[in-house]
């Protein structure tokens, strides 16, 4: 018996029913507007110009659901008086690209501009109409058990109630019915409000694509951020290993590697700047753009690693730039870091070949007797993300990756980009 009167019992109810008696009562500023049509067409018959005002009044009423700021504030209102989960409106906005990512299509601010006004004439409608029976119940409620021969007559029915049990049975009932009435009307807005105030289905494909939008950059910001922090951790701390090995016999070669240390640090101190302002949705500092002009400073801060690097570059690779030239360098990076992990000290061949259409990288570094490529794990902890990062890099740049054990003791990282889908 409870459970069935717990729906009577919710605050939302009766935040509801007062919601559509505010919108039953913001509506009548309009209907001596509505009521100028009748006014000046008096031949026309009774009935007629009763329909004629109600149109007028409903088309006054939907004008004004016509303007943005209106439907924000039905829906914010709705939100707290239905306790409806209605999403903000979708701004029409474009947000600026970042140098790694393409602007997103244009998000219209409302496809169905008729959903707004609907829902104001329904709302109106809902309002008088649940303000009307109930109202008129309520009044019966408090008047019949006062008077000594009192009845309640509807739709030219009439029901007496002589005593003074039946006045009080009757009077209760007005009121239960009163209750059930704002309930109905309650109810009736909450399953109206997602279909007309919630995001029509252009708008829901606009918030997929936008959330869409946001975890890929959030993916990429997790790569940049992987790539630059985890190389200068494996580079700091083999350049650390290095500086207090000859820290004593050779000053010069410790204060180099220290020099690096420094530098190194404070290049990945720019990029988590970047990458914790852009997760924060702060203005972050611009995001330093390394490209394969930067591939000196790389190459010899992995010597001052103690690291032997031989480079083998050819073609325009300095004039590659954009996106293609970005992420090349992230790649090399990735694949140098792994050669530092887990190589076995000896030589790190590097190779960049540009040519018109293709852009050719690869990392070749010898690995200790007995480790499984570049899965050997025993020097540094690795998280298992690297391979996979580089992976998808690739993937979305439409090029080729393979990556393995290149003879016995070799591993092997090389990759193909084509150079049209940096445009």
């Known amino acids: 018996m409870i459970k069935g009167f717990r729906p009577l019992l919710r605050g939302s109810t009766y935040s509801g029913a007062l919601f ?5 009562v913001a509506s009548l500023p309009l209907l001596p507007l509505a009521m100028l049509p009748a006014l000046t067409w008096r031949s026309a018959p009774y009935g007629v110009r009763v329909v004629v005002t109600l149109v007028a009044w409903a088309a006054l009423v939907g ?3 016509l303007a943005r700021t209106t439907r924000r504030v039905l829906v914010a209102c709705a939100r707290w008086a239905l306790k409806v989960p209605l999403p903000d409106p979708v701004a029409t906005r474009r947000r600026a690209a970042s140098p790694d990512t393409a602007a997103g299509p244009p998000v219209p601010a409302s496809v169905d501009r008729l959903r707004t006004p609907l829902w104001l004439v329904l709302h109106v409608a809902l ?4 303000t009307t029976v109930s109202g008129l119940l309520l009044l019966a409620a408090l008047t019949l058990p006062l008077g000594a021969d009192a009845g309640l007559s509807v739709f030219g029915r009439t029901v007496r109630a002589d005593g003074a049990w039946s006045r009080g049975v009757t009077a209760l009932g007005c009121l239960l019915l009163a209750v059930v009435g704002c309930a109905a009307v309650t109810r009736a807005l909450r399953w109206l409000a997602p279909r007309l105030l919630g995001p029509s289905p252009a708008e829901r494909l606009a918030l997929a694509a936008e959330r869409e939008r946001r975890l890929a ?6 790569h940049e951020l992987h790539d630059s922090i985890g190389h200068t951790l494996t580079a700091t701390t083999i350049q650390a290993a290095v500086a207090g090995e000859v820290l004593a016999t050779d000053p010069v070669a410790a204060r180099a590697a220290l020099r690096s240390i420094e530098e190194s640090a404070r ?7 970047h990458v914790l302002g852009a997760l924060r949705e702060e203005s972050a500092p611009t995001a330093p753009t390394r490209s394969l002009a930067d591939l000196p400073e790389l190459l010899e801060r992995l010597r001052h690693a103690g690291a032997v690097v031989e480079p083998e570059l050819s073609g325009g690779w300095a004039q590659v730039n954009g996106t293609l030239s970005r992420a090349a360098y992230r790649i090399l990076q990735e694949g140098l870091t792994n050669a530092l992990r887990h190589g076995a000290g000896g030589p790190v061949r590097v190779r960049v070949a540009a040519a018109p259409d293709v852009l050719e990288l690869g990392v070749v570094n010898p690995v200790r007797p007995g480790a499984r490529g570049a899965a050997d794990r025993r020097a540094f902890p690795t998280s298992g993300h690297g391979l996979p990062g ?5 993937r979305l740049l439409h090029g080729e990756m393979e990556s393995g054990p290149a003879g016995p003791e070799h591993w092997r990282l090389a990759v193909r980009l084509p150079v049209r889908s940096s445009s």
């Open 20 to 24: 559509a008696f505010c919108g039953a």
């Open 63 to 65: 004008t004004v659901g």
């Open 127 to 130: 309002g008088w109409m649940g």
């Open 217 to 222: 950059e959030r993916n990429r910001l997790a």
């Open 267 to 273: 290049s990945a101190l720019e990029d988590l700047d």
């Open 390 to 394: 580089l992976a998808e890099r690739v």
